[in-house]
């Protein structure tokens, strides 16, 4: 399977305080969806918004902007830029 790249890439923070994670295509955003513990409902239009671009139903850009959505969402993981 060809890698669904993200334009551009999504940083969240990780658990580790002053760490965050580029996720940069659909599929380490499914990898990284599934280690997150809040699942609501941000969460699970991504979950599938993932899995609906790795079978070609919808765009990268569309997984993309519907993981960034979950990710503010998330308990301690939060989109944050480049510079935080």
């Known amino acids: ?3 669904l790249w993200f334009a551009p890439p ?3 923070r ?9 996720v940069h295509h659909v599929q380490a955003a499914a990898e990284e969806l599934v280690l997150w513990t809040k699942r609501g409902p941000k969460w699970q ?5 993932c899995m609906d671009a790795m079978s070609g139903k919808v765009s990268p850009q ?3 902007e519907a993981f960034e ?3 503010k969402e ?3 993981r ?7």
């Open 1 to 3: 399977m060809a890698i």
């Open 10 to 12: 999504v940083y969240v």
């Open 14 to 22: 990780t658990e580790h305080d002053g760490f965050r994670s580029g």
């Open 45 to 49: 239009k991504a979950e599938r918004a």
């Open 62 to 64: 569309q997984a993309r």
């Open 69 to 71: 959505e979950a990710a």
């Open 74 to 76: 998330g308990p301690r």
């Open 78 to 84: 939060r989109v944050c830029s480049f510079a935080d």
